[in-house]
């Protein structure tokens, strides 16, 4: 019972962070466009500040509301490394399609399915673990 608890509290949780996904992707595209056309046109500078502004987004929403959790320092700091765990991650896979001849959609499309399920284990497993016991 407690095993079937566990995977819908974890079903709960990853919609919800499917949801803060899709919040935060367009946080990072609306960064990038108004920085980009309204203030300095320097694109990586643009994903840059975009990476930090959406980070900071994801790790709140995500704290109090896919995982129900508080902010700590412990959290946050984890929090930072699954997420540079999971640029890492994306740099790794379009870097590897690029040099195996493979056009960026269907390597987007594989990071698209890779990185977010392997980012939300880590964060339920390991960022947020303790706060995932079910009584």
């Not at 987004?57 to 997420?83: A, E, K």
């Not at 590897?96 to 497993?125: E, M, N, R, S």
Request: proline fraction near 4%; hydrophobic fraction near 55%.
């Amino acid at each position: 019972m407690a095993h079937s608890k566990l995977a819908s509290v974890a079903y709960i949780k990853f919609l919800r962070f499917v949801c803060i996904g899709f919040l935060n992707t367009s946080l990072h595209f609306f960064v990038v466009v108004i920085f980009v056309e309204k203030i300095l046109p320097e694109p990586v500078l643009a994903n840059s500040i975009a990476f930090i502004a959406a980070t900071s987004f994801s790790y709140i929403s995500n704290t109090n509301w896919s995982f129900s959790n508080h902010m700590t320092i412990r959290n946050l700091l984890r929090f930072f490394l699954v997420s540079v765990a999971g640029l890492c991650l994306t740099i790794f896979i379009t870097t590897i399609a690029k040099y195996q001849g493979i056009d960026y959609i269907p390597a987007t499309f594989l990071v698209v399915i890779l990185v977010p399920p392997i980012t939300f284990l880590l964060h339920f497993c390991w960022t947020f673990r303790e706060f995932n016991k079910i009584p």
